[in-house]
Nanobody
Framework: QVLLVESGGGSVQAGGSLRLSCAAS??????MAWFRQAPGQEREGVAA????????PYADSVKGRFTISRDNAKNTLYLQMKSLKAEDTAMYYC????????????????????WGQGTQVTVSS
């Protein structure tokens, strides 16, 4: 059983920052990612990271504002979000691939097998 627990969400004003964390119950030396889903919209990939952190693709909408990182020793994934906009408002989910050391990275939902329950991010303008 793989358990992913997100934290760090909240309500901020536009231009503010938040740092999301995802604590995993297993070794996270595998493909990991952050996704988000706003009401009435499909889940979209925000950022992904390879097992060693060398590859970090981002959605165009967050490039230059969000940074994904990982601490494999702590089995924790992070998403630093800066210059937040109202359109960043969504439920944010942590995702992990089933296979340890899985590569390459991906922003597609189908590439991930395990999901957290999500943490809400609300940005007011």
């Amino acid at each position: 059983q793989v358990l992913l627990v997100e934290s760090g969400g909240g309500s901020v004003q536009a231009g503010g920052s938040l740092r999301l964390s995802c604590a995993a119950s297993v070794n996270i030396y595998r493909r990991m990612a952050w996704f988000r889903q706003a009401p009435g919209q499909e889940r979209e990939g925000v950022a992904a990271i390879s097992p060693r952190g060398g590859s970090t693709p981002y959605a165009d909408s967050v490039k230059g504002r969000f940074t994904i990182s990982r601490d494999n020793a702590k089995n924790t994934l992070y998403l630093q979000m800066k210059s937040l906009k109202a359109e960043d408002t969504a439920m944010y989910y942590c995702a992990a691939a089933a296979t340890v050391d899985a590569v390459p990275t991906s922003l597609h939902v189908q590439a991930y097998n395990y999901w957290g329950q999500g943490t809400q991010v609300t940005v007011s303008s």
